[in-house]
């Protein structure tokens, strides 16, 4: 999955850029959320392995925010859980306090 959004995301082309959008949410999304939307759903908690979380919780999180930020901010929509799973990792004090004193690079 990262590969083709890795694609999109460095494509310079705009109508290219849009193809390769289309294919990420129409193919990519679809493949892959519903499996991390169940296992949250399943767990028990707002993680993937109940109410604590692991390094796997950080880094889907991560992603899913990044995905958010780059290809359109309401791709989680669907997906209410994995919406929850982002909440709560960004709402853990030490997660939430390097996210404010990070340095901001550009895109």
């Excluded at 950080?58 to 290809?71: D, G, K, N, S, W």
């Excluded at 989680?76 to 030490?94: D, G, H, S, T």
């Amino acid at each position: 999955m990262i590969l083709e959004w890795k694609a999109y995301f460095f494509e310079t082309d705009p109508s290219k850029k849009e193809v390769l959008k289309k294919e990420f949410m129409e193919k990519q999304i679809p493949t892959y959320f519903p499996k991390f939307e169940k296992i949250v759903e399943e767990s028990d908690g707002y993680f993937l392995l109940g109410k604590n979380y692991t390094w796997a919780d950080l880094h889907i999180a991560h992603t899913l925010a990044f995905y958010e930020e780059t290809v359109d901010p309401e791709i989680l929509a669907p997906y209410p859980n994995l919406k929850q799973l982002v909440k709560a990792v960004f709402e853990i004090p030490q997660i939430q306090a390097w996210v404010e004193k990070r340095p901001k690079t550009p895109m």
